[in-house]
Nanobody, 123 residues
Framework: QVQPVESGGGLVQAGGSLRLSCAAS????????VGWFRQAPGKEREFVAT????????AYADSVQGRFIISGDNTKSTVYLQMNSLKPEDTAVYYC????????????????WGQGTQVTVSS
């Protein structure tokens, strides 16, 4: 079992960058996949990026491909989301989630969720 905790959100101008962190406590972190999702007001939670903690598989949503980079540090049981070239439409609460095994892109596939961190991109 893991418990994700996000950090690193904030306010940034369009074109800027932010890095989110997801610290996932648990002794078997390498056996899990960690996903980033986001939810804007009035919208459904949507997939952003995911990776296996072992680094073997990675996937991105089309809307962030080429701008966001997901990476991990197993020594710290932490997964990062580097967000570059941010746009106002990236504004949302970003959630980190974990699941045992391989990656998935649907929220219902993930068992463990963080509390979320707000990202606001001004135009």
């Amino acid at each position: 079992q893991v418990q994700p905790v996000e950090s690193g959100g904030g306010l940034v101008q369009a074109g800027g960058s932010l890095r989110l962190s997801c610290a996932a406590s648990g002794r078997t972190f390498r056996s899990y996949s960690v996903g980033w999702f986001r939810q804007a007001p009035g919208k459904e939670r949507e997939f952003v990026a995911t990776m296996m903690a072992s680094g073997m598989r990675v996937a991105y949503a089309d809307s962030v491909q080429g701008r966001f980079i997901i990476s991990g540090d197993n020594t710290k049981s932490t997964v990062y989301l580097q967000m570059n070239s941010l746009k106002p439409e990236d504004t949302a609460v970003y959630y980190c989630a974990a699941k045992f095994g391989t990656i998935a892109t649907t929220p219902r596939s993930y068992n463990y969720w963080g509390q979320g961190t707000q990202v606001t991109v001004s135009s």
